[in-house]
């Protein structure tokens, strides 16, 4: 249970998951070699890395074998990419709703942690690469300004290490009165 006015980490995953499905299903197979903001990895990758990221987190929570989050160069699923990231994100909300799981401490790459801690780090990497897909294929770059305040509190103390581990792109400065959204996209490397 989360403690009263902290964001609940399965609403935030799935509100991200909410966001990004339809932006997966709305890529046309002539972009799928297309550039993004991820600038090494094109709209196919970036699409395979978030199918990976979520079938990693779920054998993360469930103890299962670990996937490399970083092999992108796969062929899309048959099912078709939309499909595959709902099954594999209802999948990770089944783990992660079951009695106690949100307590429970898990070891992660990040050190050992409560699962709803650890739900946090593709909550985030879904709502960035979310814009980061819509961008690059000219559709919905909109972002709910509460998921945006909750992802930028959740990446600011760790970005730093990302940046430095090559996760993002140096910082683009934004004006100060930014909307929380353009200040998560700038702090992560984006140009909004």
């Known amino acids: 249970m989360t403690q009263a ?14 966001y990004m499905i339809p932006i997966i299903g709305g890529v046309q197979a002539s972009q799928l070699s297309g550039s993004t903001p991820c600038t090494e ?24 074998e ?22 594999v ?7 992660i709703k079951a009695p106690g799981m949100l307590e429970k401490v898990i070891t992660t790459p990040f050190g050992e942690m409560p699962a709803g801690n650890f739900l946090m780090f593709p909550f985030g990497d879904i709502l960035i690469h979310k814009w ?8 919905d770059t909109a972002m709910d300004s509460s998921m945006a305040d909750a992802c930028l509190q959740v990446m600011s103390p760790m970005l730093q290490g990302n940046r430095e ?17 353009d200040k998560l996209l700038g702090l992560c490397g984006r140009n909004p």
């Open 5 to 18: 006015g902290t964001p609940n980490p399965i609403e935030l995953y799935e509100g991200a998951r909410d």
């Open 41 to 64: 990895w094109n709209v196919k990758q970036l699409i395979n890395h978030n199918l990976l990221v979520a079938e990693w987190i779920h054998r993360t929570l469930t103890g299962g």
């Open 66 to 87: 670990g996937v490399d989050p970083f092999a992108v160069d796969g062929d899309l699923p048959e099912e078709g990419a939309q499909a595959a990231f709902a099954a």
């Open 89 to 95: 994100t209802n999948k990770v909300l089944d783990a």
């Open 132 to 139: 980061d897909l819509a961008k690059a294929t000219n559709l």
């Open 165 to 181: 581990g090559g996760f993002f792109g140096p910082e683009v400065t934004v004006p100060i009165d930014a909307s929380d959204r």
